[in-house]
């Protein structure tokens, strides 16, 4: 059996937009000849694009498609549409010296760009017929959209890489003017269907148009998704995500640079558990892919090329230890009802209600009359959910507040008693704790305290359960 030797790698979009600091490392280096290929790169759109294209992902200031679904006014996703086409611009310009390849680059950009918007204002016109509703369509647009960032990245990047002397090779899975159907697996078989790997190097989107519509069911994540589709489609030796840091023990701004620690090893568990609190290693469905074809995961800092990074398998760990804190201001969610003892259905209720507006399930707890359930949601969305629990069980109290989650995760806790230490930390830093949870599993441990104490509470944490940490000695191994 022959044992596969290439490997498929992902670039965020911040590292992206120093795409051409990683000419003269990640992408050459010390490379020479066939040490230049064997490697397949998944790229995002250069940082920033896809906020103006959709909406901005913290903030949420309208972009192209917030603008258009909203239609406040006719003109305002055109404005909009042209203020993307400008930034793309701006992006290759700054990466591109050749007056020939920026030339390209700006065609590309105009002519998908003007196809947007043709598209854009014919559905505009079919939509203004009663038989037709605009929004049947918006998933569509919204990923004809996505699509423009991650094809003029790749596109772009493919131009610097050839000027630089590589056989680059752009790979668009974006669908763009294909009027025939595929599935994921179909879209990315064909994509690469004649790569050679030993002498070309892939630069492929990060969006693929398919039948499955990633949009639907990843939203922003479809990028970590189709990386992954394609580490297991091709039987790639290592799947690596390139990020502008390292995967470490906490967010050195919190704690500082001199007290952080890399993780260098993890597994998928740990990396689902970050992804549930939102410090993304990698997307769930992603991580699933790579786990059920044996592909291993590596994440490494884009811009420490001499450093392995951190891997992540399915590997347990010979030493029990806390490896990384994080957490997030969650709402808290708390249906009280005194009748709800030994009556089912509450539960279901409520998360039919979370999931009719969408809300994202960070924990919850519940006990004889009382469900808690903290979410990652505006509060003013959560208040929906409230008065459609207040509806259907006019006896019960409803109430939602702002908290913080913070987290203690590691591959195994067993015997490290992070509950107790962690409530002492908390105690010492003047840290109330409104809830605490810990499962029998021994991954993580959550501490449920003040919005407002959400840093100090990682900062302790993370000071007492890994840069204080005793050794362990005498603690049973996971089996």
Known sequence: MTLPTHTVEKIGGTSMSRVAELLDTLFIGDRTGAALYGR????????????LLLEHKKSGQPGVYARFANNDDDHGWLDALTEVGRAMRAAHGDILDN?????????FVRERIEGARSCLFDLQRLCSYGHFRLGDHMMVIRELLSGLGEAHSAFATTLLLQRAGVNARFIDLSGWRDESEHSL?????????????????PIVTGYAQCSEGLMREFDRGYSEVTFARIAAHTGAREAIIHKEFHLSSADPKLVGEGAVRKLGHTNYDVADQLSNLG??????????????????????????????????????????AVEIVTGLKVVALE???????????????????????????????????????????????????A???????????????????????????KGLRVLSRGLSALEEADIEVVAAHQTPRGVDVQFVIAAEALDAGIAALHRALIEEAPPVTGVAKAA
């Open 335 to 385: 249906l009280f009802e005194q009748d709800m003892v030994g009556v089912k259905g509450y539960d279901a209720a409520i998360l039919d209600a979370l999931k009719r507006h969408n809300v994202w399930i960070v924990s919850k707890t519940s006990n004889a009359n009382t469900i808690t359930h903290y979410v990652q949601a505006s509060l003013k969305t959560v208040r929906r959910v």
């Open 99 to 107: 007056p020939g390849d920026r030339s390209m680059a700006d065609e």
């Open 279 to 320: 410090m993304e290693a990698i997307h769930p469905k992603a991580a699933k892919t790579l786990r059920q074809a044996e592909v291993p995961l590596r994440v490494t800092n884009a811009f420490d090329p001499g450093d392995p990074g951190t891997l992540i398998d399915d590997q347990p760990t010979e030493t029990p």
């Open 387 to 413: 008065r459609d629990l207040e509806a259907l069980y006019p006896a019960s109290q409803v109430s939602a507040r702002t908290l913080a989650l913070v987290s203690p995760i590691g591959r195994d806790l």
């Open 40 to 51: 397949v790169f998944v790229v995002s759109a250069f940082g920033g694009i896809t906020n």
């Open 185 to 201: 697996s179909e879209r990315i078989a064909a994509g690469l269907r004649d790569v050679d790997l030993s002498t070309e190097m």
